[in-house]
T-cell receptor, first 111, second 112 residues
Framework: GNSVTQMEGPVTLSEEAFLTINCTYT??????LFWYVQYPGEGLQLLLK?????DKGSNKGFEATYRKETTSFHLEKGSVQVSDSAVYFC??????????FGPGTRLSVLP | DGGITQSPKYLFRKEGQNVTLSCEQN?????MYWYRQDPGQGLRLIYY???????QKGDIAEGYSVSREKKESFPLTVTSAQKNPTAFYLC???????????FGSGTRLTVV
């Protein structure tokens, strides 16, 4: 079946540090891949997505590239801010099936 | 603006009571979903509906019920059979898979 694995958190970084949150997946066919962000006490917001291999999703300085050969969709940001502190969820969607979410990775950015 | 609205934001339930959480969307999405999130945990699917008047159980449906009488609305009832209902509840909707899920802002339910 389909599954998503994320690096365990929490991840704690200093402001302006480089961020990588690893995400790997198992799926049949050609799923679409997503990163969602959840700020404290709120719902999930779509951060970026990629719908086919080698696509790069980007938004608000975050990037992730759909790597079919390594079944990965790692989230990166060159310089994190305190306001990026949140929980990040990797997810995949296959046609006709419900989304599959990873367990989430909590990021804390210290000033 | 189109979106998905959950109400109330905070809800308190006494032991043995049923409570209903509201979820409304004006995105013209066919599919709607209910998730439960416990502190520090990921999302667990309770129920989902792909079309009006039809819905399916998710991974943790016991103690919950839903209805889908209108495309825009997908209310969730937490019944007294749910032994540990204190959690954060998220509603979501989707159109085509490639556009992702849209989430509401959540309802925090506490048993008092």
């Amino acid at each position: 079946g389909n599954s998503v694995t994320q690096m365990e958190g929490p991840v704690t970084l200093s402001e302006e540090a480089f961020l990588t949150i690893n995400c790997t997946y198992t799926a049949t066919g050609y799923p679409s891949l997503f990163w969602y962000v959840q700020y404290p006490g709120e719902g999930l917001q779509l951060l970026l997505k990629a719908t086919k291999a080698d696509d790069k999703g980007s938004n608000k300085g975050f990037e992730a590239t759909y790597r079919k050969e390594t079944t990965s969709f790692h989230l990166e940001k060159g310089s994190v801010q305190v306001s990026d502190s949140a929980v990040y969820f990797c997810a995949l969607a296959n046609y006709g099936q419900n989304f599959v979410f990873g367990p989430g990775t909590r990021l804390s950015v210290l000033p | 603006d189109g979106g998905i609205t959950q109400s109330p934001k905070y809800l308190f339930r006494k032991e043995g009571q049923n409570v209903t959480l509201s979820c409304e969307q004006n995105l013209n999405h066919d599919a709607m979903y209910w998730y439960r999130q416990d502190p520090g945990q990921g999302l667990r699917l309770i129920y989902y509906s792909q079309i009006v008047n039809d819905f399916q159980k998710g991974d943790i449906a016991e103690g919950y019920s839903v209805s889908r009488e209108k495309k825009e609305s997908f209310p969730l009832t937490v019944t007294s059979a749910q032994k540990n209902p204190t959690a954060f509840y998220l509603c979501a909707s989707s159109g085509l898979e490639s556009y992702g899920y849209t989430f509401g802002s959540g309802t925090r339910l506490t048993v008092v």
